[in-house]
């Protein structure tokens, strides 16, 4: 083989091995276009592109008058696309803006940040963070005249990104009623309950990756804008949560005690008022840490205050008048292998019905149940479950427990099962539906449904109202009521809670202090509780308080639980004066046609208007606060002695004056209608401390 024949092959060979080597690549673009395709499409697109969802902004949580308890606050990060700018715009701008990232932000210097900015564009880097700084509206609002930024986002390149973050108005109040929920979508509360309405709908946009991990919005034809979530309103007075709330965490600390709930419900509606849940920490602090008027924690032996469901039973059950008698003898009884003591060593020997109930013996509960059901105890257990004592309430939180009622079926029955039942043992319910059935009585036998949610809307557009739910129809007869109201009321006029009566209004309630067991052993520990309402025979409010596991030597409900129920009830009247009685005031009399309008003031405002209107009127020169005097057709002003340490009367005064005395006081004033003052309330000569609320009625 000639040299020309040698090269001409291997110039084939190589033209060959080259033409294979295009056929190959050739055929490998075909694989990867049509066959692979999708799935190449697909890592490409989860390395740089994704279409990743847009939350909607969360809708709001409304108290009962419509001031917000939880709200979506808009926050902003400032970024920024350099390659937008023109180079003339950039030129003219740039140290301007620069300055104003270096004063506002820091961080870096005017000349980095300038740096930065130059070099992302040299790069063709369309995303720059220019702060990781949170801001709110105001300060976007701000910094949008900046040099650059206020040339807009398709001029200046500048933009703003939005996301929520959820803000408490009231802090830590109801904190445990209103909730939460997580990234993971699960939580507690209202926000966990409504939360498949408060969310909204997500939306969804392209986003494409960049340095540092980040993401940032393509803000193409793609992009599906989020849908608002809807608000709901909930039926929590603030003002009435506070008093609750203020006053619970107080005896808390008074009595170290373990955990505290209150509930304060309307009567007739069953809308709930006011709802605080506060457990202890490590460091001895309360805070809203579990839902004890509801959850499963808070379900407990009752008490006494379930000797109210037993006396029900037992008047429904037998022609017995609460005036007839039972023997508790020393205060002991034995039910098979166990005793049943009274609270009162000795006992408290005969006693009528209604003192059996107001002095909350043990003995003689247990007795009259025992001899009226013990051959027949599953009908005492049919009452129980006509009281809605078996089954939850189906309330609108989530989280509601389950209350446990045990039968005669039941493996654990035993022959003291229903004399200990009876006193509110051997039974497992929650505060919230103690209060239901108490609730029941108020609102002459019917049961309504606690609600704690409104109504459910958006803009204009309600999508849902809640209107008050009948449970029971009537539990018992009206007879049985009238009774169970006197054996109410006897609890606070003479019995376990008179040293909560008062003169004001009528309370009927009962006190409740269960021995807590541990290792199936009672123990020197007690579950404590008052549940009641108010005013006894018209009433409008319904509350429990429970305070568990009180420390020291007040460990009873008497002196535990219930004067916290008198607080929450005395600011509530104090609020309310449509709940007031017509209080006896010593009201000066005056002759309208010679004193119109006030009569009780500053001696100089008075005696302007006298003047002006032609009256005669002295005084005697050396007094600010005055009442007049009438001689004949002349006023002789009379001082009106002001006390540095008891609330003073304003009756007759301006709001003006009333508020000028009262602020200088230190106290806090609170007031409806316009005019003289009418009412007040506390009265005065009642001794009160500096940031004390007094309420005035204007008329």
Excluded at 372 to 379: C, E, I, L, Q, V
Excluded at 413 to 439: A, D
Excluded at 505 to 519: P, S
Aim: with cysteine; aromatic share 12%; net charge positive.
């Amino acid at each position: 083989m000639n040299i020309r024949t040698s090269i001409l092959l291997r110039v084939r060979i190589v033209f060959l091995a080259c033409l294979c080597f295009a056929g190959l690549i050739f055929w490998r673009v075909l694989v990867i276009q049509f066959k692979e395709g999708d799935k190449w499409k697909k890592m490409a697109e989860e390395v740089t592109l994704r279409y990743m969802k847009v939350p909607a902004t969360r809708g709001n949580i409304f108290s009962d008058n419509g001031g917000l308890l939880a709200t979506s606050l808009p926050f902003f990060k400032m970024s920024m696309d350099p390659t937008i700018p023109s180079d003339e715009l950039l030129k003219a701008k740039i140290d301007s803006f620069c300055y104003n990232l270096e004063k506002y932000f820091g961080g870096k210097t005017a000349n980095e940040y300038k740096q930065q900015i130059f070099n992302y564009r040299k790069n063709r880097k369309r995303y720059l963070f220019i702060s990781k700084k949170n801001l709110n509206y105001q300060e976007k609002k701000m910094i949008a005249t900046w040099p650059l930024v206020k040339e807009g986002r398709l001029k200046g390149g500048v933009f703003f990104e939005k996301y929520d973050k959820r803000y408490l108005p009231f802090g830590s109040m109801a904190f445990r009623t209103i909730g939460f929920v997580n990234e993971e979508n699960r939580g507690v509360g209202l926000e966990y309950s409504y939360n498949h309405l408060l969310a909204g709908k997500d939306g969804e946009a392209l986003f494409q990756k960049i340095a540092g991990n980040n993401w940032r919005p393509l803000h193409d034809d793609s992009e599906v804008k989020p849908e608002q979530g809807y608000d709901i309103q909930t039926t929590i007075d603030v003002n009435l949560q506070d008093v609750a709330e203020a006053s619970l965490r107080k005896h808390l600390k008074i009595h170290d005690a373990d955990y505290g709930c209150v509930v304060l419900m309307e009567v007739k509606t069953g809308e709930i008022k006011a709802i605080v849940n506060l457990g202890k920490d490590a460091k001895g602090n309360y805070f809203e840490n579990y839902n004890y008027a509801v959850g499963s924690q808070g379900l407990t032996d009752p008490g006494s205050t379930f000797k109210l469901a037993s006396m029900m039973a037992l008047l429904e059950e037998t022609n017995l008048n609460i005036y007839d008698s039972i023997h508790t003898g020393n205060g002991e009884v034995r039910y098979a292998d166990r005793i049943m003591r009274d609270a009162k060593p000795g006992g408290y020997g005969k006693l009528s019905i209604v003192d059996v109930f107001a002095k909350s013996s043990n003995v003689g509960t247990s007795k009259l149940i025992y001899n009226t059901f013990h051959k027949n105890p599953g009908k005492f257990i049919n009452y129980l479950k006509k009281f809605h004592f078996d089954r939850p309430i189906d309330f609108q939180m989530k989280g509601e427990a389950k209350p446990y009622l045990k039968t005669p079926k039941d493996t654990s029955w035993s022959p003291v099962t229903l004399p200990w039942m009876s006193i509110g043992y051997e039974i497992l319910v929650s505060p919230l539906h103690i209060l239901t059935f108490y609730n029941a009585v108020a609102n002459n036998g019917k049961m309504i449904k606690p609600m704690i949610v409104k109504k459910v809307w958006r803009a204009d557009n309600i999508i849902e109202e809640y209107k008050t739910e009948e449970l029971v129809e009537r539990i018992c007869s009206q007879e049985t009521r009238e009774k169970l109201l006197t054996m109410l009321e006897a609890v606070v006029e003479r019995g376990t809670a008179q040293n909560i009566k008062t003169e004001n209004y009528t309370i009927a309630g009962k006190t409740g202090t269960a021995q807590k067991i541990q290792n199936k052993t009672y123990t020197k520990n007690y579950y404590t509780s008052f549940c009641g309402f108010f005013p006894s025979r018209n009433p409008k409010y319904s509350c429990i308080v429970v305070i568990d596991n009180p420390k020291g030597y007040q460990q009873y409900a008497a002196d535990v639980a219930a004067p916290v129920f008198r607080e929450i009830a005395d600011k509530v009247y104090a609020q309310d004066f449509e709940m007031h009685k017509e209080l006896e005031t010593e009201r000066l009399k005056i002759d309208n046609n010679l004193l119109p309008g006030f009569y009780a003031g500053n001696v100089d405002d008075l005696s302007y208007l006298c003047n002006k209107l032609g009256i005669s009127n002295h005084s005697n020169g050396f007094d600010d606060w005055v009442i007049p005097s009438f001689v004949n057709q002349a006023i002789f002003w009379k001082p009106q002695k002001i006390s540095q340490h008891l609330i003073p009367n304003v009756i007759g005064m301006s709001l003006k004056d009333a508020l000028h005395i009262l602020e200088n006081k230190g106290l806090k004033v609170k007031f409806e209608g316009k005019g003289k003052v009418l009412e007040q309330y506390p009265p005065m000569g009642t001794k009160f401390k500096k940031g004390d609320i007094i309420y005035l009625k204007m008329g």
